[in-house]
């Protein structure tokens, strides 16, 4: 069963900063590239960042360039968004997904919230 379970969510000051995880399990997982989503109330879904399936590349948003670190461990099947300078329109369910071709999974999110 493919599982992806995003985990260290919360509310954080402006400023601030957190680490998101994505665990995946059911799938090869270092064979997929993984990225980050976020979807704030009202608006679509935004990739975030992205990161290859050996970590050989990186892209991002640009609204997070400079902020937000994509990273994975694939002997831990897990993914991680780094978060730092965090501002209020970062505010979003951010989502983790695994792709290998036309193959996509998704976690079920994890709420983040920038306020003071």
């Known amino acids: 069963q493919v599982q992806l379970v995003e985990s260290g969510g919360g509310l954080v000051q402006p400023g601030g900063s957190m680490r998101l995880s994505c665990a995946a399990s059911?799938?090869?997982?270092?064979?997929?590239?993984m990225s980050w989503y976020r979807q704030a109330p009202g608006k679509e879904r935004e990739l975030v960042a992205g990161?290859?399936?050996?970590?050989?590349?990186?892209n991002y948003a640009d609204s997070v360039k400079g902020r937000f670190t994509i990273s994975r461990d694939n002997a831990k099947n897990t993914v991680y968004l780094q978060m730092n300078s965090l501002k209020p329109e970062d505010t979003a369910v951010y989502y983790c997904?695994?792709?290998?071709?036309?193959?996509?999974?998704w976690g079920q999110g994890t709420q983040v919230t920038v306020s003071s």
């Open positions: 990161i290859t399936y050996d970590g050989g590349s990186t």
């Open positions: 059911g799938f090869s997982f270092s064979s997929y590239g």
């Open positions: 997904r695994a792709r290998f071709a036309l193959r996509f999974y």
